[in-house]
């Protein structure tokens, strides 16, 4: 496999298009995957239909995309969900599997929206299900009054953390971000460090600290317009170089900057 692109398993959502049941991954993810110099495999939100150590035996790397659905909450021990709210239980049982065996391999993660959420579900950590109504926190929803491009502009500042590798990643203390999202996190899971916030406290980046290998995760679009917002391209160069690395053999240990780096 080293001597071909590495290859990067995109997690899908299942979605009911006029009755028929669809895996589906937005495009801007797969573009980001090959942007980044990799190849995209789409992986169907199946759950435990799937083997997700299988999977990971065939895969360089990890992306975690968002998604409208919100996690169920009896993964960490939350209240029931209000009516109406969209859930995907082949994504959770299948994201959260492969989140945790990446890790372990060294493989590199990244997650995106949902995909950080998962990432703190995954070690243990907790959601606020209505991130709006904490008080002290903004309303990160999106406004859907608003043409789509519109959204994904850049909408707050975040300040990362000091000697955080996020920080030194981007080379800014401060940066403005496409953060679009309903839940946040609450109780930071076991092993995590906070990469950035947002002015209202919540967690806009994190890391797996013990991770051999690149794991992070971000709460606003990163896969959207790398080649045009460096905070992005920075992000996703440091990605597609880490998975060039796992698909090279060269063991993790290396920070997600060095992979920037190559």
Known sequence: MSASLPLVGVVCNFRDLDGHHCQIAGQKYVEAVLWAGCQAVLLPALGRALDADCLLERLDGVMLTGGVSNVEPHHYGGGPSREGTPHDPGRDALALALVRGAVARGQP??????????????????????????????????????????????????????????????????????????????????????????????????????????????????????????????????????????????????????????
């Not at 992070?216 to 045009?228: C, K, S, Y």
């Not at 905070?231 to 060269?250: D, E, K, N, P, T």
């Open 109 to 262: 993660v990244l997650g995106i929206c949902r995909g950080l959420q998962e990432m703190n579900v995954a070690f243990g950590g907790s959601l606020h299900q209505h991130l709006h109504e904490v008080p002290g926190r903004m309303d990160h929803r999106s406004d859907k009054r608003k043409p789509l491009l519109e959204r994904y502009q850049p909408r707050h500042p975040i300040a990362t953390a000091a000697g955080g590798q996020l920080r030194e990643l981007i080379g800014a203390t401060e940066a403005r971000v496409n953060s679009l999202h309903g839940q946040g996190v609450d109780r930071l899971g076991a092993g995590l460090a906070v990469e950035a916030v947002a002015e209202d406290g919540t967690v806009e980046a994190l890391r797996v600290v013990a991770a051999p290998g690149f794991a992070l995760g971000v709460q606003w679009h990163a896969e959207f317009e790398p080649e045009t917002t460096p905070v992005h391209f920075r992000i996703l160069s440091a990605f597609g170089g880490a998975a060039r690395g796992y698909a090279g053999g060269r063991r993790p240990g290396a920070t997600m900057v060095d992979f920037a780096r190559g």
